[in-house]
């Protein structure tokens, strides 16, 4: 193979592979919003896990200014509860999925801000 042909190839490949590295930034306007939308009826507006929906749950929700809790939660963790919901992954099933209300990034852009709460 020619050295002209092979190195548009390979800019291309480096370009690609530092595009996948890159870390997204959070919308975190929007993720403020959704939370205070869909989720605080339960996790409360400063995410203790005290909403007005919270106490006609059979679980209490997570409270998320626990840090010695949350830091035991991996990002991960965080998102395949949101998507999936609390009995997908061995949690109550009072915390809904949510996989049809919002995309991954949004999901990604929730547990950013969920984060936040959590104030050493």
């Known amino acids: 193979m020619k050295r ?3 190195f548009p190839g390979l800019i291309a490949a ?3 592979f530092v595009a996948m590295a890159a870390p997204v930034r959070a919308d975190m306007a929007a993720a403020e919003k959704n939370y205070k939308t869909f989720c605080a009826k339960c996790h409360g507006d400063t995410g203790k896990g005290n909403g007005s929906g919270a106490a006609s749950l059979s679980t209490k929700p997570r409270d998320f200014t626990d840090c010695a809790r ?3 939660l991996s990002d991960d963790t965080l998102f395949n509860v949101i998507k999936n919901g609390g009995k997908a992954n061995g949690l109550s099933p009072d915390m809904q999925a949510w996989s049809d209300g919002f ?14 709460f959590c104030k050493k």
């Open 70 to 72: 949350m830091q035991k």
């Open 14 to 16: 480096v370009a690609a």
């Open 103 to 116: 995309d991954d990034s949004e999901i990604h852009d929730l547990v950013a801000y969920v984060r936040t």
């Open 4 to 6: 002209s042909t092979l």
